[in-house]
């Protein structure tokens, strides 16, 4: 079974503009969590979805957002970039979610904002 | 939220030793996973250990749920095992608090 891919790999972009990144779960998983990684703040949790709903969300500005479709396919953006947003962000999936579930994570997207 | 904090935060080894790498976390969990991220960034996949003992290969892990820590057991260490290692748990919602990583260094 293929694991959970992302893409791109690496983006470079310049403040103020906008970036979308994607993510394809294992077949047959339902949720989606995306997370940011920084030197400074460690690995972060910025949402998860399940069932094309928004399920959980964590502390970031309005600026980042995500969407999923049909087939568990998900998408996050983020708007007007700033220079903090520079992080590995990473997604993963599991089954169905919830507290008894194992979560697997794609190989993540390497953001540079200059 | 929940406090999940690891040590050490850094640890050099010689090839062939063992070591013992620990995650303490402040509140009861539903899920515990453990995480290598290797130098490409991928967080690879451990253990997933709530409660009890588990083992694969040369490492092992142990979870106490009730006393709020979790261990893992790497054993005659090699090159390849360095990297960082994450513990991460699940409270009531499907996110993963994580901790703050141990960095392994593994010496010919």
């Known amino acids: 079974k293929a694991g959970v891919t992302q893409t791109p790999r690496y983006l470079i972009k310049t403040r103020g503009q906008q970036v979308t990144l994607s993510c394809s779960p294992i077949?047959?998983?339902?949720?989606v969590s995306w997370y940011q990684q920084t030197p400074g703040q460690g690995l972060q949790f910025l949402f998860e979805y399940f069932s094309e709903t928004q399920r959980n969300k964590g502390n970031f500005p309005g600026r980042f957002s995500g969407r999923q479709f049909s087939n568990s396919r998900s998408e996050m953006n983020v708007s007007t970039l700033e220079l903090g947003d520079s992080a590995l962000y990473l997604c993963?999936?599991?089954?169905?979610?919830?507290?008894?579930?194992?979560?697997?994570f794609g190989p993540g997207t390497r953001l540079t904002v200059l | 939220g929940i406090q999940v904090e690891q040590s050490p935060p850094d640890l050099i080894l010689q090839e062939g030793a063992n070591s013992t790498l620990r995650c303490n976390f402040s509140d009861s969990v539903n899920n515990l996973q453990w995480f290598h991220q290797n130098p490409w960034g991928q967080l690879i996949n451990l253990f997933y250990?709530?409660?009890g003992t588990k083992q694969n290969g040369r490492l092992s892990a142990t979870t106490v749920a009730t006393e709020r820590y979790s261990l893992l057991y790497i054993s005659s260490s090699q090159t390849t095992d360095s990297g960082v290692y994450f513990c991460a748990v699940l409270t009531g919602a499907n996110n993963l608090f994580f901790g703050t990583g141990t960095r392994l260094t593994v010496i010919p």
């Open positions: 993963a999936s599991s089954f169905q979610g919830g507290s008894g579930n194992e979560q697997f």
């Open positions: 077949s047959g998983h339902r949720s």
């Open positions: 250990i709530p409660s």
